[in-house]
T-cell receptor
């Protein structure tokens, strides 16, 4: 299957700093990538949809100024958590769609565990 | 407001027996359902899906059943193998949406005991 690489896999940062997470589709072009957040024992919550060459579409309740998404190429989307605070500590995971609109074509990165001290 | 629910956070099954993972949804507009499997330190991977026009889809040891009137689906794994131990996410989608979000449940952790 298609491969999605997410980096870093874990990061610890001080409160007030910014953290950038990268999501790359390694063997296919992804016009659309998705960013999720998961709290322990809870669902993967969709945060935003990242579209190559245009602004990301954010889900209700997600602060676009706090979670900056850039999708500058067909193989790379980045999520920047700006001025991170302890409540931003969570598991962040990206997915990329390899054509079509059905969920079978969603390929996920391995996730990033963010801990804000 | 969880649109996709998996009420059992964990399940243990003996190797060779049947594993049944359950999922309920609240949005009657969902017309496509998927199961994903996730191992630790890896992203979820697609396992099997079913369209709302069907009530059963089978792929090898995996079968998904859909009961639209009850807004319920289940994943059956027969026979269960130790390698099936993972977290299983139920997910739902509205394929007619131009904005094709996949909504996930919280997952069920399956342990298959040798």
């Amino acid at each position: 299957g298609a491969v999605v690489s997410q980096h870093p896999s874990w990061v610890i940062c001080k409160s007030g700093t910014s953290v950038k997470i990268e999501c790359r589709s390694l063997d296919f072009q992804a016009t659309t990538m998705f960013w999720y957040r998961q709290f322990p024992k809870q669902s993967l919550m969709l945060m935003a949809t990242s579209n190559e060459g245009s602004k990301a579409t954010y889900e209700q309740g997600v602060e676009k100024d706090k979670f900056l998404i850039n999708h500058a190429s067909l193989t790379l989307s980045t999520l920047t958590v700006t001025s991170a605070h302890p409540e931003d500590s969570s598991f962040y995971i990206c997915s990329a769609r390899a054509g079509g609109r059905v969920g079978e074509k969603l390929f996920f990165g391995s996730g990033t565990q963010l801990s804000v001290l | 407001d969880q649109q996709v629910k998996q009420n059992s956070p964990s399940l243990s099954v003996q190797e060779g027996r049947i594993s049944i993972l359950n999922c309920d949804y609240t949005n009657s507009m969902f017309d496509y359902f998927l199961w994903y499997k996730k191992y630790p330190a890896e992203g979820p991977t697609f396992l099997i899906s079913i369209s709302s026009i069907k009530d059963k889809n089978e792929d090898g040891r995996f079968t998904v059943f859909l009961n639209k009137s009850a807004k319920h689906l289940s994943l059956h794994i027969v026979p269960s193998q130790p390698g099936d131990s993972a977290v299983y996410f139920c997910a739902a989608q509205r394929r007619m949406d131009s904005y094709d979000k996949v909504i996930f449940g919280p997952g069920t952790s399956l342990s298959v005991i040798p």
